[in-house]
């Protein structure tokens, strides 16, 4: 059982991204699934979940610039992050947030000013 994110890069403040997370080894398209950041010295926070029906819920930090949404006939989760700030450059991590597994190495974002 393995999830791993992608999609991570350098972008400008105001800049977008989209974070992809490919999950094998088992069928999620029931789980919620979660997308969580570490910045540089902080814990890592959840920042979206996204249930197995599709409902999201976000952090107030990113509430109204990302979104999550899911694909379950390719096992996939995406994050959809608009108007970036530089105080969103962390290390994003997708996972299972009621049965936690491996972290993985998770996708790096760096957002400039």
């Known amino acids: 059982v393995q999830l791993q994110a992608s999609g991570g890069g350098l972008v400008q403040a105001g800049g977008s991204l989209r974070l992809s997370c490919a999950a094998s080894g088992s069928d999620f398209s029931r789980n919620t699934m979660g997308w969580y950041r570490q910045a540089p010295g902080k814990q890592r926070e959840l920042v979206a979940r996204i249930s197995g029906g599709g409902i999201s819920i976000y952090a107030d930090a990113v509430k109204g610039r990302f979104t999550a949404s899911r694909d379950s006939a390719k096992n996939m989760v995406y994050l959809q992050m608009n108007n970036l700030k530089p105080e969103d450059t962390a290390v994003y991590y997708c996972?299972?947030?009621?049965?936690?597994?491996?972290w993985g190495q998770g996708t790096l974002v760096t957002v400039s000013s």
């Open positions: 996972n299972l947030p009621y049965s936690l597994i491996d």
